[in-house]
């Protein structure tokens, strides 16, 4: 088995890299009314392929984005040009954001050669380095169907959570949707949160001088504060599985030993009758 490959790395190492697949991960809430399949024609890191959150999903749902099946996902990135062996760099237009989602996914589905590119296509182009216009010209590769997913909770998983303490919750949404001193941004959803969840922002892990990750002794101190014992399991939650998915790196970043995500987050959690939330 190859072993893992670094979870972030810089602009310069991916220019070094000779045989890695580049994906743009991008993705923007709706209310954005930005479109960031056209904003990577536009503009994207030379080679780079599109991989769209929402059509690599599970159709059979009404909740956003949420993890395809072991088949789809293998056809999906097999069309992207990307085999189970090809190590696969990930970066987004925020900086450290939606290509957390991708990394994630490609690391519950057992894809151990994936990295986020620090600071994404911003840092890419502050450095300097070429980006190009037009669709990527693709020649599919077969990807080899993987098991069942690993490192995803369910919403049982969270209520048992909140009952047994077995698991820690953490929520990467701004701290006034977890107070509920301000909306959600999905219309009919309750702001507030779960019962023994604690607020870590996801934007309180990035450098805001640089865009990039904070190094791993910050993190594990931001985590600590918190509340969170970076040696018991924990859960990352936020609206839709995105921002959770940049706790999910951070958190491994700061030597976090058993992590995963709630792939329904909020949506579902605030959109089911009976959870409890909190103020």
């Known amino acids: ?96 954001g939606p290509a957390c989602r991708v990394y994630w996914t490609f690391r519950a589905f057992g894809h151990t050669q994936v990295s986020v590119l620090d600071g994404g296509l911003p840092r890419w182009t502050a450095e300097g380095r070429p980006t190009e216009t037009g669709e990527a010209v693709i020649e599919a590769r077969t990807y080899a169907e993987p098991g069942t997913p690993t490192l995803v909770r369910t919403y049982e998983d969270i209520v048992r959570a909140m009952t047994t303490r077995d698991a820690q919750i953490v929520d990467a949404r701004p701290a006034g949707r977890f107070t509920g001193a301000e909306p959600e941004p999905r219309a009919g959803l309750r702001s507030g949160h779960m019962p023994t969840a604690v607020s870590v922002p996801s934007g309180r892990v990035v450098d805001p001088a640089t865009g990039t990750m904070l190094p791993a002794a910050d993190l594990a101190a931001l985590f600590t504060s918190a509340g969170l014992d970076l040696a018991r399991p924990i859960i990352c939650t936020c609206g839709s599985g995105v921002t959770a998915s940049v706790l999910f790196v951070a958190l491994e970043r700061a030597g976090a030993r058993d992590v995963s995500v709630y792939d329904g987050s909020w949506t579902e959690y605030a959109g089911r009758p009976g959870s409890v939330i909190e103020p």
């Open 1 to 96: 088995m190859l072993s893992k490959a670094p979870a972030l790395i810089a602009p310069s190492a991916l220019a070094a890299l000779r045989t890695a697949v580049v994906l743009d991960g991008s993705w923007h809430m709706p209310a954005t009314r930005r479109n960031a399949a056209a904003e990577f024609a536009a503009r994207h890191i030379p080679g780079a392929r599109f991989f769209d959150i929402d059509a690599v999903a599970d159709r059979t749902t009404t909740l956003p984005h949420m993890l395809p099946t072991p088949r789809v996902f293998a056809e999906s990135v097999g069309r992207l040009g990307i085999s189970d062996k090809d190590h696969v760099v990930i970066y987004d237009t925020a900086g450290v």
